[in-house]
């Protein structure tokens, strides 16, 4: 197995080598390469990735990715928007467990309102929400897929918005030809009952936006942005990445939670069938979090070495 490692700007930095001793601690024997992009490339060079980087995350079966910090430049292109579209990301999952709950929010990563397509009039601007009967099929499918023994939400406004029609129909007819259960709920109910009664949910479906504003909702059950990892998935592709950004309020001082991107790897793990490497990985974050081996934004004074060097003490 191939992994990119990309540790990207900021506390990517510094987080993503804890989560890749993680993983080469556990398998030894895959293929670890660098590839740099970010701000400090878009500094050094003039453009965030290059037509080389991309051919090496294309090489990859796997991305360990840590954060971007966006360039000061008004023509300036998402990278993380580049990577997801070149390779067809269209999975972004975002698991949130806590005490009494486990559930798993799968959001359309590609259409919908990041369509990309806008313009700008004299007094009005568009932006096309553009829902696909095919993007919305496989997003529904995937994430159908991930039920285990609960059932699948479905998050619209289908009540309002033609888009969501389309795709809660679509998401209906593949949860029922998957045989998975189903249920469905406006967004902006969901959003507050996901807070409210978290244990209720289990796999939870949306459109692009819906589902970026949801799974930082989310985050609020866990304790902040430092402990919530990610994925996204393409038929061909696979990216793991934490939830938060590059902080460059804190970069560069060795304090930056390293869970997420440990749990990542976790997801990494996972999703290449090392269920049991994931799970010892997770139940080493676990303890040693309950040991109470802390970084600062969880109320701790372990730097982020140091809550690294816990959890590989407790993989061997
Ligand atoms: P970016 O522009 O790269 O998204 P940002 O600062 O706007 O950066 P985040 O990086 O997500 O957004 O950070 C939001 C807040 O959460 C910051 O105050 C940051 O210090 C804190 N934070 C994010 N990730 C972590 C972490 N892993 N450990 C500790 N604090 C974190």
């Not at 197995?1 to 001793?21: F, H, L, S, T």
């Not at 459109?207 to 909702?217: A, E, K, M, P, Q």
Request: include cysteine; glycine fraction near 10%; hydrophobic fraction near 45%.
């Amino acid at each position: 197995m191939r992994v990119a490692i990309v540790p990207g700007d900021g506390i990517g930095r510094e987080v993503v080598p804890v989560a890749e001793d993680v993983l080469r601690r556990l398998h030894p024997e895959w293929e670890y390469f660098p590839v740099e992009l970010g701000f400090g490339r878009w500094e050094r060079c003039g453009a965030a990735i290059g037509a080389e980087e991309m051919r090496a995350l294309r090489d990859a079966d796997a991305i360990l990715f840590g954060a971007v910090t966006t360039p000061p430049d008004p023509d300036y292109q998402s990278v993380l928007l580049q990577i997801r579209r070149d390779l067809d990301l269209y999975a972004n999952v975002r698991p949130v467990k806590g005490p009494g709950f486990a559930l798993t929010i799968v959001r359309e990563n590609t259409e919908g309102l990041y369509s990309g397509i806008e313009w700008s009039l004299p007094g009005s601007a568009c932006t096309l929400r553009v829902v696909t009967e095919t993007g919305s099929r496989r997003i529904a499918r995937y994430a159908a897929g991930l039920v285990r023994g609960g059932r699948l939400t479905i998050g619209t406004k289908a009540n309002v918005l033609k888009s969501d029609t389309l795709f809660r129909r679509c998401a209906v007819e593949e949860a029922e030809a998957a045989g998975t259960a189903w249920e469905e709920r406006y967004i902006d109910a969901l959003c507050l009952d996901v807070l409210m009664h978290p244990a209720r949910y289990d796999v939870i479906v949306t459109t692009n936006i819906f589902g970026d504003i949801l799974s930082d909702v989310a985050g609020h059950l866990v304790g902040g942005l430092g402990t919530l990892p990610s994925a996204n998935i393409g038929d061909a592709h696979a990216f793991f990445e934490p939830v938060h950004g590059s902080a460059p309020d804190i970069a560069g001082r060795g304090i930056a939670n390293p869970v997420a991107a440990i749990r990542s790897a976790a997801m990494l793990l996972n999703h290449f069938g090392y269920t049991d490497g994931a799970a010892a990985v997770d139940a080493a974050v676990d303890a040693v979090l309950a040991a109470g081996v802390r970084t600062p934004d969880l109320g701790g004074a372990a730097t982020t070495a140091q809550f690294g060097a816990a959890v590989l003490a407790r993989l061997v």
